[in-house]
């Protein structure tokens, strides 16, 4: 079965600076898809970024873009020029591209809470 | 451009009482249809998926249930709820094709007491 892993619980940044949160997963599949998710106070789980694996260019969302290392099953997330909104929980998920019976289910880290400092 | 809506937001049910918790999606149709629980401090857990009128999976056996009744209406449901229940419900929706990226409503705070 597929694992993610987040293995910072807590990170902080000063605001405007830069900061990496990193990802880590498990699989035996090739084909695949790599989402990071916000989830702010109010609790609800907004997309920030997505990599399909089978592309080698890094994905890009303005001030967001990822670090994919698919041999070493790597997905890190940049925050370049950190805002206070972008203070919120950070959550790094897997999705196999082969569904079978899962329907592109979803499996997620336990989150990193990222706190920006003004 | 597509829209998830919730509700109620908040709720705060005895122990034994039913639940009922509803979902629409406006903007799309056939859309893929996700129930996940999120425990205080935790990540998010699968509960249901539905991939048309009247189709659900189960990922985890518990004290819920969920129904489809119409294209873009998801239903979680419980006849008599256990303190366990308790945490943040999150629905979400994706397309049939492509990437099939999940987008999420705006959750719903159940307490049980």
């Known amino acids: 079965a597929q694992t993610v892993t987040q293995s910072q619980p807590e990170m902080s940044v000063q605001e405007a600076e830069t900061v990496t949160l990193s990802c880590t997963y498990d699989?035996?599949?090739?084909?695949?898809?790599l989402f990071w998710y916000k989830q702010p106070p109010s609790r609800q789980m907004i997309l920030v970024i997505r990599?399909?694996?089978?592309?080698?260019q890094n994905a890009t969302e303005n001030r967001f873009s990822v670090n994919f290392q698919k041999a070493a099953k790597s997905f890190s997330l940049k925050i370049s020029d950190s805002q206070l909104g972008d203070a919120a929980m950070y959550f790094c998920a897997y999705r196999s591209a082969d569904y079978g019976g899962s329907q592109g289910n979803l499996i997620f880290g336990k989150g990193t809470k990222l706190s920006v400092k003004p | 451009s597509q829209t998830i809506h919730q509700w109620p937001a908040t709720l705060v049910q005895p122990v034994g009482s039913p639940l009922s918790l509803e979902c629409t999606v406006e903007g799309t149709s056939n859309p893929n249809l996700y129930w996940y629980r999120q425990a205080a401090g935790r990540g998010l857990q699968l509960l249901f998926y539905s991939v048309g009128i009247g189709q659900i999976s189960s990922e985890v056996p518990q004290n819920l249930s969920a129904s489809r009744p119409q294209d873009r209406q998801f239903i979680l449901s419980s006849k008599k709820l256990l303190l366990s229940d308790s945490g943040f419900y999150l629905c979400?929706?994706?397309?049939?094709?492509?990437?099939?990226?999940?987008?999420f409503g705006p959750g719903t705070r159940l307490l049980v007491l």
């Open positions: 699989t035996s599949e090739s084909d695949y898809y």
């Open positions: 979400a929706w994706s397309s049939v094709g492509g990437v099939k990226t999940q987008y």
């Open positions: 990599q399909e694996a089978y592309k080698q």
